[in-house]
């Protein structure tokens, strides 16, 4: 199986940028995934890597590097609305299932 | 609405009794996946369906739990003998290489 590790929790000012980091480790690494959760509400896609290197869209960056076991989420321009839970999920191939496990996730606080 | 679609969004039940959730995935998707998530907590992965098969199923879940996925379509989700401890969001989500999640059936066992 896989052991995700992301903060439980991060502030930050609107308008600026945060960096959402997640270290994991598996033995058959088949790809990592952002997700973000509004309270109350189902988690909705936000990017997926599979290889190294930054995912660039919009306002939302993804960035793994599978040597380090390591992925971050950047955030820039930040608004209100993107308060909520940020997941990430790793899938792994053993048994060649593809399943997702996800995090406990990084809730975030955008303030004034 | 093409979405991935939950029913009921809701239930109450009493402990003890029995309940079933129903997943409609989007159409072309045919991975289907079950988690079960609590307040802070990621989503928990419960079972896995390519098409009709159950090809996957957590060690956590236990015999009170079963899923079905007939024709490859809509799936059930079934709880028997509920407990307080089953209280949780139940999520669906059906994909090719990215999830995507339904709106959830949200549990209350009292």
């Known amino acids: 199986g896989q052991n995700i590790d992301q903060p439980t929790e991060m502030t930050a000012t609107e308008g600026a940028i945060v960096q959402i980091n997640c270290t994991y480790q598996?033995?058959?690494?088949?790809?990592l995934f952002w997700y973000q959760q509004h309270a109350g509400e189902a988690p909705t896609f936000l990017s997926y890597?599979?290889?190294?290197g930054l995912e660039e869209k919009g306002r939302f960056s993804s960035f793994l590097s599978r040597s380090k076991g390591y992925s971050y989420l950047l955030l820039k321009e930040l608004q209100m609305k993107d308060s909520a839970s940020y997941l990430c999920?790793?899938?792994?191939?053993?048994?060649?299932?593809?399943?997702?496990?996800f995090g406990r996730g990084t809730s975030l606080i955008v303030h004034p | 609405d093409t979405g991935v679609s939950q029913d009921p969004r809701h239930k109450i039940t009493k402990r003890g009794q029995n309940v079933t959730f129903r997943c409609d995935p989007i159409s072309e998707h045919n991975r289907l996946y079950w988690y079960r998530q609590t307040l802070g907590q990621g989503p928990e992965f419960l079972t896995y369906?390519?098409?009709?098969?159950?090809?996957?199923k957590s060690r956590l879940l236990s015999d009170r739990f079963s899923a079905e996925r007939p024709k490859g379509s809509f799936s059930t989700l079934e709880i028997q003998r509920t407990e307080q401890g089953d209280s949780a969001m139940y999520l669906c989500a059906s994909g090719h290489t990215e999830a995507f999640f339904g709106q959830g059936t949200r549990l209350t066992v009292v």
């Open positions: 598996t033995s058959g690494f088949n790809g």
């Open positions: 369906f390519q098409n009709e098969a159950q090809l996957e």
């Open positions: 890597n599979v290889l190294d």
């Open positions: 999920a790793v899938r792994d191939d053993q048994g060649g299932s593809y399943i997702p496990t």
